[in-house]
């Protein structure tokens, strides 16, 4: 499934799941011939939320390779440096 590339799906039938809403769009991606994992976000690994037919799903597009997207989402130097940088102001307070 990691190294499968993923699509972009549009619902078509929602084969009588509560998990899936018709015309939405969804990351699908490969699991054998009739069976796809069904993702509402762009990682399946975080958030696939069942298996499911081919058939319940129109493909639209294809999602670009993981390392592309992913170099994307990753933070800055500058980012990263203002929140290591971040003064520390610890204090104690008692909830009783």
């Known amino acids: 499934m990691a190294t499968e590339k993923g699509y972009i799906a549009k619902c078509i039938n929602t084969g009588g799941t509560v998990n899936l809403q018709i015309n939405k769009k969804y990351y699908v991606y490969p699991n054998g011939k009739d069976t796809v994992y069904v993702?509402?976000?762009?990682?399946?690994?975080?958030?696939h939320f069942?298996?499911?037919?081919?058939?319940?799903?129109?493909?639209?597009?294809e999602i670009p390779e993981m390392g592309e997207a992913a170099a994307e989402e990753i933070p800055?130097?500058?980012?990263?440096?203002e929140i290591v940088s971040a003064p520390?102001?610890?204090?104690?307070m008692s909830l009783f």
Do not use: M, R, W
């Open 39 to 47: 993702s509402k976000e762009f990682h399946p690994k975080k958030a």
């Open 50 to 61: 069942g298996c499911y037919y081919t058939s319940y799903f129109e493909l639209l597009d």
């Open 76 to 81: 800055s130097v500058e980012e990263i440096e």
């Open 88 to 92: 520390e102001n610890h204090e104690q």
